[in-house]
């Protein structure tokens, strides 16, 4: 390991955007510091392996001993929010390809987010990346310098999928526009449940979130709002439809682990709710709003909810325009 001196010299990470990384292995000064770092993070990932591993020899019935109830919970959240401060290490540019079996970035990207969509951010390690990739996860150093960063590429590329309207066209309604861009922006965050405790976590600056970013500020402009009126515009919208996506997504994969549809779900949680004598006066009138809602299946209620959510917003947006 580092010492401890030394660790704390070295800046805090950023962002893998910012990092420049030279085709090669990097300088002979900072082995050191990579070979610790790496160290740490297989370090963390065996602890997370074993505990799993102890876990789920208890759920089976058998006795881990040494163990306590969550400690594979929390190692494997401990790996996940590892500090890291190590000075830019060198790996291969992104998008080169090498011994490994044509491994490179963009492969890399790729399979890590199907893991985490099918997997999850608490699972989700190098060496479960690496055996998913046929490589060791040494091989992986080539091209990113720790797990932050193969989750910063994840992310950005799953902003990839938002649909950007077309800002070259002049006649565009900024109503239509905005409509798409929730729309988009909802079903990337239901689609991967993932996704929404890292927008926080990062700097969101790769090339995807910034064109979305751009998108956003390109259409809020058109609105016709006060330009120190249209941060605020932004984090109303946009911060609806990132609570509504997350609870959404939260939702759907909740009933997808039970094995039930949304459905059979929403109506077990009603029936089991309604049972109870101190939760009546509160859902009493459940089906009387359910009915209001409009539509047959949770999926048509929600998707009604939202649509008049983003009509309201609108309606606010004009109101304060016509404020001045």
């Given amino acids: 390991m580092a010492p401890e001196a030394d660790r704390a010299k070295r800046p805090t990470r950023t962002s893998v955007w910012l990092e420049g990384k030279p085709a090669g292995r990097g300088r002979k000064g900072d082995r050191t510091d990579r070979s610790a770092d790496r160290s740490a993070d297989r370090s963390a990932e065996r602890s997370a392996d074993r505990s ?3 876990s789920a020899h208890r759920s089976a019935g058998g006795k881990a001993e040494g163990t306590t109830e969550g400690t594979a919970e ?3 959240d401990e790996d996940f929010r590892r500090p890291v401060g190590q000075s830019a290490r060198s790996v291969r540019s992104a998008g ?3 011994q490994h079996g044509g491994l490179d970035r963009d492969r890399i990207t790729t399979v890590s987010v199907r893991l985490l969509d099918a997997e999850g951010a608490a699972k989700f390690s190098m060496r479960r990346l690496a055996a998913e990739l046929g490589v060791t ?6 091209y990113v310098d720790t797990k932050d960063d193969l989750l910063e590429l994840a992310l950005d590329r799953v902003f990839g999928e938002v649909r950007v309207p077309d800002l070259t066209d002049e006649a565009a309604d900024w109503r239509d526009q905005l409509r798409e861009l929730t729309a988009s922006y909802r079903t990337v965050l239901v689609h991967h449940p993932w996704v929404s405790p890292l927008i ?9 979130s910034m064109a979305f970013s751009a998108a956003v500020r390109a259409v809020v402009r058109r609105t016709g709002l006060a ?8 984090s109303a919208v946009f911060q609806f439809v990132y609570g509504f996506g997350t609870i959404e997504g939260h939702f759907v994969q909740r ?5 039930v549809s949304q459905d059979e779900y929403y109506q077990q949680a009603i029936g089991a709710v309604g049972e109870q004598p101190r939760f009546k006066a509160s859902f009493g009138n459940a089906d009387e709003i359910m009915a209001a809602r409009g539509g047959e299946t949770v999926v048509e209620m929600r998707q009604r909810d939202f649509t008049f959510a983003v009509e309201l917003l609108i309606a606010g947006i004009e109101a304060m325009r016509a404020r001045g």
């Fill in 52 to 54: 799993v591993e102890r």
């Fill in 74 to 76: 929390r190692a494997a």
């Fill in 96 to 98: 080169s390809s090498d």
């Fill in 137 to 142: 996860a040494m091989s992986l150093y080539w």
């Fill in 200 to 208: 926080g976590k990062y700097l969101n600056i790769g090339p995807h």
């Fill in 227 to 234: 330009t120190h009126g249209q941060m605020g515009a932004i």
């Fill in 255 to 259: 009933c997808a682990d039970a094995g």
